[in-house]
Each structure stands twice: as structure tokens, then as C-alpha cells.
């Protein structure tokens, strides 16, 4: 059976998956954490916490809140700063032979071009994962995921300091997705990840004002997110059929997974059920395999998108 799935596939070294499931950024830390829980070695990627140019503080708690069937969790999150997640982490990664994503945020495209020269050459860095949903400082403050013009600066500021592959995670609530996927792709992006957590708030009855005002994922998000993927899907296929989507949002088990891969995307991100299962991501890719098996399907290839019109 063939799990396998390479998703920079016009890239150099390219971006080779021994399978689709992905652990999503900052709902699995650096990857030691679940070192012992998650079974690195059988997952076909991971995303890290997102990752600033200086050490960043974060919006203040709660950082966190449950919701029904979700979590609501701030946008503005802290980091160490890369220089202190190389030092502490590069190696390791290195040792591993499951690959390590690093997602970038930053507030203008001078940052994440700054980070990408950084990571570039670093061990243990497979490729780099682009949060469009930060704020672009240096501009109007919306996403860069809101404007395509930002979205083509964006990547190109960050080719001309990397060669590694580069994935842009497309911000659902930010403008109109398709044209942002479509500017993405024309912009060389190896690959698109989507969605992003969708804008939620939370109150504080006590305080009278917001207690959270931040990303909703989860469960409760599926069906939204799935959506989009289709779209999307539908859309770039067939002008850029070389351009792989990563597709997520609350996938919960292998039957959420498969029906992303129908929809067209070629891997899936598991997020927020890591908080509640840390094993969700190695108990999906049996599932997949189970499926797989029942259904007498030899290559994972033989149902990406199979549920697209043709
Ligand atoms: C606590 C938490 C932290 C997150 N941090 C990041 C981040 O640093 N960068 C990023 O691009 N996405 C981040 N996300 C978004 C997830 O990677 C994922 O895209 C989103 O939660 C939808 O998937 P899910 O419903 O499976 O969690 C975060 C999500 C959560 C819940």
C-alpha cells in the first residue's frame, strides 16, 4: 500500500511525506513534547508553534478557552524568537526522520524574509509554512492573507532567501480565498495549506468585554473548512495541478481525513484534537490505512480529489 505523498513536487529536494498526516502549527508544540506519547517516527510531518524573529510575548491569557465542539485561541501568540528555537530544537529535528515544518509569523514581509534567511541551511528545517493570517503591520494592518498583491510580495521577499520549500497557510476569513489561493500558486508557492482558525470571540460577563477575540477550530469548524478545500480544490487543479493543498480544520479522525483527500487535498493538518487525543495523528493514519485496505485501494493517489467534479 502507497501512503507516500510528495508535496513540493516542482522543488529541488522536493517535500517527500511517508504519509499525509500532518501534525498542525501550534497545537504540537516543537514536536519534543509529544516525543514520548505521539509516535514521531510514524507521522508524515509536523508543523511547529509559529515561530517570531525576536523573542515575542504574545496577546495576554487567556490563550486559550473551550468552546462547544472547539477552542477558541488567540492569533497573537508567544515565541522564543528563532534564534533561541534553532538552538534549542535543530538538532533534534535533524534526528528525526519524520520532517519538521517551521511556520513564520511576522508583522511585515521584512520579517518573514528575515526568518527565512535564518532557517535557510539550518538542520532539521524541511521546509517553511507562511501564517497569512498575521497582520501586516507595514501596511493596512489586515492579514497579508486579505490582499494578493501583499501575498505575491510576500513569497517572493521569502524565495529570495530560502531554498527550501515553501507552503503559504491561507487565512479563510481574509479577503476572497480563491483569489488569494490563485495569487499564492502563480506566486510559486510549492503548496497551500487551508484553513486557518476562523475569527470567534468569547465575553467576559463579569468584566463586560471580551475575554477572547481569536481563532476557532476544531470540530466545529469541519464542515466550513472542508468547504473551502473543494473550492479551492476545484479551482487550482487544473491550472495548477503541480501546486499540492494541505487541507484542515477539526479533523478528528480518519473519516474526517479521508473526506479532505477526496475534496482534493493531497495531506491533511491535524490541530486541536492533539489537546484532547496526542495520538489522534498516528491513530488517523491507521484508520486511513484500514480504509485503504477494506476498500482494495493500492495507492493513496486513487482517491486524492476523487470526489471533485471531473
Ligand atoms: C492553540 C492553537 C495555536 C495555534 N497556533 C498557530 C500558529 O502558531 N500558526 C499557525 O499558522 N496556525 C496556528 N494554529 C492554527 C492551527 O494550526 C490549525 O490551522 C487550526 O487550528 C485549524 O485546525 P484544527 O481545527 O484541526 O485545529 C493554532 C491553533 C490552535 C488551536
New binding site residues.
Given amino acids: 500500500m502507497k501512503l507516500e505523498i510528495e508535496l513540493a513536487p516542482r522543488h529541488k529536494s522536493g517535500l517527500l511525506l511517508r504519509n499525509p498526516v500532518i501534525m498542525?502549527?501550534?497545537?504540537f508544540g516543537y514536536g519534543v513534547e509529544y516525543a514520548r506519547s505521539a509516535e514521531l517516527h510514524r507521522l508524515g510531518a509536523l508543523?511547529c508553534?509559529?515561530v517570531t524573529l525576536h523573542a515575542h510575548a504574545g496577546a495576554a491569557q487567556p490563550?486559550?478557552l473551550e468552546t462547544s465542539s472547539?477552542?477558541l485561541?488567540a492569533f497573537d501568540?508567544p515565541s522564543p524568537g528563532v534564534r533561541k528555537v534553532l538552538k534549542s530544537y535543530a538538532e533534534t529535528w535533524a534526528a528525526w526522520p519524520t520532517p519538521v515544518i517551521v511556520?513564520l509569523?511576522g508583522t511585515s514581509s521584512d520579517d518573514f524574509a528575515e526568518l527565512a534567511a535564518r532557517l535557510d541551511g539550518a538542520p532539521g528545517v524541511a521546509a517553511l509554512?507562511l501564517?497569512l493570517?498575521c497582520p501586516d503591520l507595514a501596511s493596512d494592518g489586515a492579514p497579508f492573507g486579505s490582499h494578493p498583491a501583499a501575498v505575491t510580495r510576500l513569497i517572493a521577499a521569502v524565495r529570495q532567501e530560502s531554498v527550501l520549500p515553501i507552503i503559504a497557510?491561507l487565512a479563510p476569513f481574509a479577503g476572497d480565498l480563491l483569489s488569494i489561493a490563485l495569487a499564492a500558486a502563480s506566486a510559486g508557492v510549492d503548496a497551500l495549506s487551508l484553513?486557518?482558525?476562523l475569527p470567534g470571540l468569547s465575553i467576559d460577563l463579569s468584566a463586560r468585554r471580551p475575554a477572547l477575540n481569536g481563532?476557532l477550530?476544531?470540530p466545529a469548524?469541519k464542515p466550513l473548512?472542508l468547504r473551502a478545500l473543494y473550492d479551492v480544490a476545484r479551482e487550482l487543479r487544473p491550472a495548477y495541478p503541480h501546486v499540492p493543498l494541505i487541507g484542515?480544520?477539526?479533523?478528528s479522525n480518519a473519516r474526517d481525513a479521508l473526506e479532505f483527500l477526496m475534496a482534493g487535498a493531497s495531506a491533511v493538518?491535524?490541530?486541536?484534537?492533539t489537546f484532547v487525543n496526542p495520538r489522534a495523528g498516528v491513530e488517523i493514519i491507521t484508520g486511513i490505512e484500514s480504509f485503504m485496505q477494506r476498500e482494495g485501494i493500492a495507492d493513496l493517489a486513487e482517491i486524492i480529489g476523487a470526489a471533485l467534479p471531473i
Fill in positions: 498542525a502549527s501550534g497545537t508543523v508553534s509559529g490563550l486559550i472547539g477552542l485561541s501568540r511556520n509569523a509554512e501564517n493570517a497557510k484553513i486557518h482558525a481563532g477550530s476544531g469548524i473548512a484542515g480544520g477539526g479533523i493538518q491535524v490541530g486541536t484534537i
